[in-house]
């Protein structure tokens, strides 16, 4: 195995071996999008390495960004390498790729005078668990909601970081009014995206739908930088598929529209 560094022109397309493995995840659907948005910001919001089998076929990645590019619902000092996300397929697992990955990039953000390394870990079994970090010496910088803030020193102790406030409000006058952030960085929150789409056309005139791009500008806004709001309210965190986007919007769909008659039949009422 060995570790290359994806540049602009190279690499893009074999991006997300995470959503490549046999068998396919069923969220497989948003992977050309998700390869879109990559290619398209691959050196400015989006940094890559990626690790390939003795085949040349990728097997592992590590995303990360520079604190003053990444699209992290943080403010952050200059100087710091954010990791979004990091993975080894499977049939890979137990054979290094992972130390390699980590050596190597660890490496170049040294020799390019980074202070050091955040990630956002989670208590979630298979998606950047905190414990896998932990190990590799990070320490634990904030406890955010469930998860935690780690940092990993390179030539700093410790950095300055402050989370930025969540103020997504409802914005529309529909029943059911959808916010989505970003949300083609990962397959997942991708084929996430084009089940809402699907299922938000059928119900044309019930549901409104506003699609941003997470740049700079929005995250500060909103005060996060990913995901879908449904009436202001977070909703599909990991994979999900047409069914359920569809019952959670009806669900949301009956919420308000039943709290709109409350409310106008209290205006009635003596």
């Given at each position: 195995?060995?570790?290359?560094?994806?540049?602009?022109?190279?690499?893009?397309?074999?991006?997300?071996?995470?959503?490549?493995?046999?068998?396919?995840?069923?969220?497989?659907?948003?992977?050309?999008?998700?390869?879109?948005?990559?290619?398209?910001?691959?050196?400015?919001?989006?940094?890559?390495?990626?690790?390939?089998?003795?085949?040349?076929?990728?097997?592992?990645?590590?995303?990360?960004?520079?604190?003053?590019?990444a699209l992290v619902p943080y403010?952050?000092?200059?100087?710091?390498?954010?990791?979004?996300?990091?993975?080894?397929?499977?049939?890979?697992?137990?054979?290094?790729?992972?130390?390699?990955?980590?050596?190597?990039?660890?490496?170049?953000?040294?020799?390019?005078?980074?202070?050091?390394?955040?990630?956002?870990?989670?208590?979630?079994?298979?998606?950047?668990?905190?414990?896998?970090?932990?190990?590799?010496?990070?320490?634990?910088?904030?406890?955010i909601g469930d998860g935690k803030?780690?940092?990993?020193?390179?030539?700093?102790?410790?950095?300055?970081?402050?989370?930025?406030?969540?103020?997504?409000?409802?914005?529309?006058?529909?029943?059911?009014?959808?916010?989505?952030?970003?949300?083609?960085?990962?397959?997942?929150?991708?084929?996430?995206?084009?089940?809402?789409?699907?299922?938000?056309?059928?119900?044309?005139?019930?549901?409104?739908?506003?699609?941003?791009?997470?740049?700079?500008?929005?995250?500060?806004?909103?005060?996060?930088?990913?995901?879908?709001?449904?009436?202001?309210?977070?909703?599909?965190?990991?994979?999900?598929?047409?069914?359920?986007?569809?019952?959670?919007?009806?669900?949301?769909?009956?919420?308000?529209?039943?709290?709109?008659?409350?409310?106008?039949?209290?205006?009635?009422?003596?």
């Amino acid at each position: 195995m060995k570790v290359c560094r994806v540049t602009c022109n190279v690499g893009s397309e074999n991006a997300y071996p995470c959503a490549t493995e046999s068998p396919q995840n069923f969220w497989a659907d948003g992977l050309p999008l998700s390869r879109d948005w990559f290619a398209e910001n691959l050196g400015e919001h989006v940094e890559a390495f990626h690790l390939h089998d003795d085949h040349g076929e990728v097997v592992g990645h590590i995303y990360w960004a520079p604190s003053n590019r990444a699209l992290v619902p943080y403010d952050i000092e200059d100087g710091v390498a954010c990791i979004y996300c990091e993975w080894v397929q499977r049939g890979h697992r137990g054979e290094g790729g992972m130390h390699m990955l980590f050596e190597e990039f660890v490496d170049y953000l040294h020799r390019r005078g980074f202070k050091g390394i955040l990630v956002d870990a989670t208590t979630i079994e298979g998606y950047m668990h905190q414990r896998h970090f932990l190990k590799r010496g990070f320490k634990i910088l904030r406890e955010i909601g469930d998860g935690k803030l780690l940092y990993y020193p390179i030539s700093q102790e410790s950095v300055w970081v402050e989370p930025l406030q969540p103020h997504v409000t409802r914005e529309g006058t529909a029943p059911v009014d959808i916010l989505v952030i970003g949300s083609h960085f990962c397959p997942v929150g991708a084929s996430a995206v084009l089940s809402l789409r699907k299922v938000a056309a059928e119900l044309d005139g019930l549901v409104h739908v506003r699609e941003v791009d997470a740049g700079r500008n929005v995250i500060e806004h909103y005060g996060v930088a990913d995901g879908i709001y449904i009436n202001g309210k977070a909703a599909f965190f990991g994979p999900v598929n047409e069914a359920t986007v569809r019952e959670t919007i009806r669900k949301e769909e009956y919420l308000s529209l039943t709290g709109r008659r409350s409310a106008v039949t209290s205006t009635i009422l003596p």
